[in-house]
């Protein structure tokens, strides 16, 4: 019954039409070699890798307070780069204030 449940659930999920304006994914890898806390709101985690993050405005991608899993992804962040682990992130663009920041969507942590 779990399985007739969780396809009903997944067609649901593809019936739903996607925006006019896809969303695009960027993957950068790399080490952490520097973290960074804000204030609520203010890009509240930042992770900056040694190799560098072209793409995203100022050279970080972060991780917003208000974002559901944010304990889980800090800590864990946080364990890769005092293990120095190849960290590989997802990330979206957010606009502000004419710059295009990277949001960390998902990630994975890596033996190098």
């Given at each position: 019954?779990?399985?007739?449940?969780?396809?009903?659930?997944?067609?649901?999920?593809?019936?739903?039409?996607?925006p006019?304006?896809a969303?695009?994914?960027?993957?950068?890898?790399?080490?952490?070699?520097?973290?960074?806390a804000?204030?609520?709101?203010n890009?509240?985690?930042?992770?900056?890798?040694?190799?560098?993050?072209?793409?995203?405005?100022?050279?970080f991608?972060?991780?917003?307070?208000d974002?559901?899993?944010?304990?889980?992804?800090?800590?864990?962040?946080?364990?890769?780069?005092?293990?120095?682990?190849?960290?590989?992130?997802?990330?979206?663009?957010?606009?502000?204030?004419?710059?295009?920041?990277?949001?960390?969507?998902?990630?994975?942590?890596?033996?190098?």
């Amino acid at each position: 019954m779990k399985i007739v449940r969780f396809a009903f659930a997944a067609l649901a999920l593809l019936s739903i039409q996607a925006p006019a304006e896809a969303q695009t994914y960027t993957t950068h890898s790399g080490h952490i070699n520097r973290v960074f806390a804000s204030l609520p709101m203010n890009f509240g985690f930042r992770v900056f890798f040694s190799e560098g993050m072209g793409d995203c405005a100022d050279g970080f991608a972060f991780v917003e307070t208000d974002f559901g899993n944010y304990q889980a992804y800090v800590s864990t962040l946080l364990s890769a780069h005092a293990q120095r682990k190849r960290v590989e992130l997802v990330t979206d663009k957010v606009d502000h204030l004419g710059k295009q920041y990277c949001r960390i969507v998902e990630f994975s942590i890596n033996d190098d």
